[in-house]
Protein backbone atom coordinates (compact mmCIF):
# COMPACT_ATOMS: atom_id res chain seq x y z
CA UNK A 1 0.00 0.00 0.00
CA UNK A 2 1.26 3.45 -1.18
CA UNK A 3 1.88 5.57 2.06
CA UNK A 4 1.07 9.61 1.69
CA UNK A 5 3.48 11.12 -0.99
CA UNK A 6 4.24 15.24 -0.51
CA UNK A 7 6.13 17.43 -2.65
CA UNK A 8 8.50 18.80 -2.38
CA UNK A 9 10.96 17.82 0.20
CA UNK A 10 12.79 20.73 0.60
CA UNK A 11 11.50 24.64 -0.15
CA UNK A 12 13.90 27.62 0.55
CA UNK A 13 12.06 31.02 -0.03
CA UNK A 14 12.74 34.53 0.99
CA UNK A 15 10.39 36.22 3.06
CA UNK A 16 7.18 37.66 1.26
CA UNK A 17 7.36 35.12 -1.22
CA UNK A 18 4.74 32.70 -1.87
CA UNK A 19 5.02 28.53 -1.52
CA UNK A 20 2.72 25.54 -2.89
CA UNK A 21 3.04 22.08 -0.89
CA UNK A 22 1.21 19.23 -2.15
CA UNK A 23 -0.35 16.59 -0.67
CA UNK A 24 -1.65 12.73 -1.98
CA UNK A 25 -2.93 10.78 0.61
CA UNK A 26 -3.35 6.80 1.07
CA UNK A 27 -6.16 5.97 -1.61
CA UNK A 28 -9.36 5.74 -0.22
CA UNK A 29 -8.73 7.41 2.91
CA UNK A 30 -11.12 10.01 3.43
CA UNK A 31 -9.52 12.65 6.27
CA UNK A 32 -6.66 14.82 5.54
CA UNK A 33 -4.75 16.98 7.58
CA UNK A 34 -2.28 19.26 7.80
CA UNK A 35 0.40 19.94 10.52
CA UNK A 36 3.41 22.34 11.02
CA UNK A 37 5.69 20.83 12.96
CA UNK A 38 8.20 23.83 14.19
CA UNK A 39 11.77 22.93 15.25
CA UNK A 40 11.89 21.54 18.76
CA UNK A 41 7.82 21.14 19.04
CA UNK A 42 5.64 18.65 18.68
CA UNK A 43 3.09 18.78 15.42
CA UNK A 44 0.46 21.28 15.55
CA UNK A 45 -3.14 20.97 13.24
CA UNK A 46 -3.32 23.56 10.47
CA UNK A 47 -6.72 22.15 8.92
CA UNK A 48 -8.46 18.56 8.75
CA UNK A 49 -10.73 18.02 5.32
CA UNK A 50 -13.39 15.33 5.48
CA UNK A 51 -13.44 14.32 2.53
CA UNK A 52 -13.53 17.46 0.18
CA UNK A 53 -14.62 19.62 3.29
CA UNK A 54 -13.23 21.58 5.90
CA UNK A 55 -13.65 20.27 9.29
CA UNK A 56 -11.43 22.47 11.39
CA UNK A 57 -9.28 25.38 9.71
CA UNK A 58 -9.34 27.25 13.36
CA UNK A 59 -5.39 27.46 14.02
CA UNK A 60 -4.74 28.21 10.17
CA UNK A 61 -3.72 31.43 9.96
CA UNK A 62 -6.12 32.62 7.13
CA UNK A 63 -4.37 35.80 6.59
CA UNK A 64 -1.55 33.83 4.42
CA UNK A 65 -2.67 30.46 4.59
CA UNK A 66 -4.80 28.39 2.29
CA UNK A 67 -5.62 25.00 1.68
CA UNK A 68 -7.75 23.08 -1.04
CA UNK A 69 -9.07 19.38 -1.48
CA UNK A 70 -11.23 20.26 -4.88
CA UNK A 71 -11.86 16.51 -5.32
CA UNK A 72 -11.58 14.98 -1.77
CA UNK A 73 -7.93 13.37 -3.25
CA UNK A 74 -5.24 15.63 -3.26
CA UNK A 75 -4.74 18.58 -1.54
CA UNK A 76 -2.26 21.68 -1.57
CA UNK A 77 -1.54 24.04 0.78
CA UNK A 78 -0.24 27.49 -0.02
CA UNK A 79 1.44 30.28 1.97
CA UNK A 80 1.75 33.46 0.79
CA UNK A 81 2.83 35.88 1.68
CA UNK A 82 5.44 33.52 4.10
CA UNK A 83 6.92 34.71 7.14
CA UNK A 84 10.58 33.75 8.84
CA UNK A 85 8.46 32.28 11.47
CA UNK A 86 6.96 30.28 8.86
CA UNK A 87 9.65 28.28 8.40
CA UNK A 88 9.27 24.53 9.56
CA UNK A 89 8.18 21.01 8.21
CA UNK A 90 4.80 20.90 6.65
CA UNK A 91 3.40 17.63 7.44
CA UNK A 92 0.70 15.50 5.62
CA UNK A 93 -1.59 12.76 7.23
CA UNK A 94 -4.39 10.67 6.26
CA UNK A 95 -6.99 8.67 8.18
CA UNK A 96 -9.63 6.31 7.22
CA UNK A 97 -11.92 8.13 9.60
CA UNK A 98 -13.77 4.60 10.49
CA UNK A 99 -13.28 3.23 13.70
CA UNK A 100 -11.43 4.63 16.23
CA UNK A 101 -8.43 3.69 16.80
CA UNK A 102 -7.04 7.53 15.82
CA UNK A 103 -4.82 6.17 13.58
CA UNK A 104 -2.89 9.22 11.18
CA UNK A 105 -0.66 7.91 8.86
CA UNK A 106 2.30 10.52 8.18
CA UNK A 107 4.21 11.75 4.86
CA UNK A 108 7.51 12.71 4.85
CA UNK A 109 7.06 16.65 5.17
CA UNK A 110 7.98 19.16 3.59
CA UNK A 111 10.50 21.43 5.02
CA UNK A 112 10.54 25.30 4.40
CA UNK A 113 13.22 27.86 5.14
CA UNK A 114 12.48 31.25 4.98
CA UNK A 115 15.24 34.03 4.83
CA UNK B 1 -0.11 26.96 26.79
CA UNK B 2 0.38 23.21 26.66
CA UNK B 3 -2.13 20.76 26.87
CA UNK B 4 -0.01 17.83 26.16
CA UNK B 5 3.67 17.99 28.00
CA UNK B 6 6.61 15.57 27.95
CA UNK B 7 8.99 17.50 30.34
CA UNK B 8 11.85 15.05 29.40
CA UNK B 9 13.07 16.49 26.12
CA UNK B 10 15.58 13.51 26.01
CA UNK B 11 16.02 9.78 27.15
CA UNK B 12 19.58 7.75 27.37
CA UNK B 13 19.01 3.95 27.66
CA UNK B 14 21.47 0.41 27.64
CA UNK B 15 20.03 -1.69 25.30
CA UNK B 16 17.96 -4.44 26.87
CA UNK B 17 17.16 -2.23 29.58
CA UNK B 18 13.68 -0.56 30.01
CA UNK B 19 12.66 2.54 28.59
CA UNK B 20 9.92 4.84 30.51
CA UNK B 21 8.72 8.17 28.10
CA UNK B 22 6.49 10.00 30.22
CA UNK B 23 3.70 12.58 29.26
CA UNK B 24 1.18 14.47 31.28
CA UNK B 25 -2.46 16.19 30.09
CA UNK B 26 -4.43 19.15 31.32
CA UNK B 27 -7.35 18.68 29.20
CA UNK B 28 -10.06 16.15 30.82
CA UNK B 29 -12.07 16.08 27.87
CA UNK B 30 -9.40 13.86 26.39
CA UNK B 31 -10.18 10.38 26.08
CA UNK B 32 -8.06 8.94 22.96
CA UNK B 33 -4.03 8.70 23.51
CA UNK B 34 -1.67 7.67 21.35
CA UNK B 35 2.23 7.29 20.90
CA UNK B 36 4.11 8.13 17.42
CA UNK B 37 7.50 7.64 16.63
CA UNK B 38 9.41 9.79 14.47
CA UNK B 39 13.03 9.33 12.79
CA UNK B 40 15.09 12.10 11.10
CA UNK B 41 13.46 13.32 7.61
CA UNK B 42 11.05 10.71 8.13
CA UNK B 43 7.06 11.10 9.08
CA UNK B 44 5.71 10.36 12.42
CA UNK B 45 4.62 6.74 12.63
CA UNK B 46 1.71 5.64 15.01
CA UNK B 47 3.01 3.49 17.75
CA UNK B 48 0.56 2.29 20.13
CA UNK B 49 -2.85 3.79 21.42
CA UNK B 50 -5.14 3.58 24.56
CA UNK B 51 -8.88 4.52 24.93
CA UNK B 52 -9.41 6.45 28.48
CA UNK B 53 -12.23 3.25 29.15
CA UNK B 54 -8.47 1.41 29.87
CA UNK B 55 -5.39 1.56 32.19
CA UNK B 56 -3.20 -0.51 29.92
CA UNK B 57 -2.54 -1.42 26.17
CA UNK B 58 0.25 -3.71 25.11
CA UNK B 59 1.83 -4.60 21.82
CA UNK B 60 4.81 -6.75 22.13
CA UNK B 61 7.67 -5.09 23.46
CA UNK B 62 5.39 -1.92 23.54
CA UNK B 63 3.19 -1.12 27.00
CA UNK B 64 1.17 2.04 27.40
CA UNK B 65 -0.24 3.26 31.26
CA UNK B 66 -2.87 5.84 31.69
CA UNK B 67 -3.58 7.20 35.09
CA UNK B 68 -6.32 9.17 34.35
CA UNK B 69 -6.86 10.66 37.96
CA UNK B 70 -3.28 12.01 37.62
CA UNK B 71 -3.91 12.76 33.83
CA UNK B 72 -0.34 11.03 33.35
CA UNK B 73 0.49 8.13 30.86
CA UNK B 74 3.67 6.01 29.95
CA UNK B 75 5.09 4.62 27.21
CA UNK B 76 7.34 1.64 28.34
CA UNK B 77 10.01 0.25 25.64
CA UNK B 78 11.46 -3.40 26.96
CA UNK B 79 13.73 -4.59 26.37
CA UNK B 80 14.96 -1.44 24.12
CA UNK B 81 16.97 -2.01 20.89
CA UNK B 82 18.76 0.16 19.05
CA UNK B 83 16.52 0.92 16.77
CA UNK B 84 14.13 2.45 18.99
CA UNK B 85 16.40 5.07 19.05
CA UNK B 86 13.80 7.83 17.70
CA UNK B 87 11.71 11.09 18.73
CA UNK B 88 8.36 9.75 20.58
CA UNK B 89 5.53 12.35 20.53
CA UNK B 90 2.61 11.41 22.75
CA UNK B 91 -0.56 12.54 21.65
CA UNK B 92 -4.18 13.11 22.58
CA UNK B 93 -7.78 13.82 21.41
CA UNK B 94 -11.77 14.27 22.41
CA UNK B 95 -14.25 13.18 20.83
CA UNK B 96 -13.08 9.90 20.02
CA UNK B 97 -9.99 8.12 18.29
CA UNK B 98 -10.01 9.50 14.28
CA UNK B 99 -12.62 12.33 15.13
CA UNK B 100 -10.80 14.69 16.72
CA UNK B 101 -7.78 16.68 16.86
CA UNK B 102 -4.40 15.15 17.67
CA UNK B 103 -3.09 17.49 20.26
CA UNK B 104 1.04 16.24 20.34
CA UNK B 105 3.79 17.11 23.00
CA UNK B 106 6.88 18.64 22.19
CA UNK B 107 8.61 14.93 22.02
CA UNK B 108 11.16 12.74 23.90
CA UNK B 109 14.35 12.17 21.70
CA UNK B 110 15.07 8.00 22.95
CA UNK B 111 18.90 7.00 22.10
CA UNK B 112 19.13 3.63 23.19
CA UNK B 113 22.97 2.62 23.65
CA UNK B 114 24.44 -0.92 22.79
Known amino acids: EAGVAQSPRYKIIEKRQSVAFWCNPI?????LYWYQQILGQGPKLLIQ????????DSQLPKDRFSAERLKGVDSTLKIQPAKLEDSAVYLCASSSGTGDDGELFFGEGSRLTVL | DQQVKQNSPSLSVQEGRISILNCDYTNSMFDYFLWYKKYPAEGPTFLIS?????DKNEDGRFTVFLNKSAKHLSLHIVPSQPGDSAVYFCAASAGGGSQGNLIFGKGTKLSVKP
Open chain 2, 50 to 54: ISSIK
Open chain 1, 49 to 56: FQNNGVVD
Open chain 1, 27 to 31: SGHAT
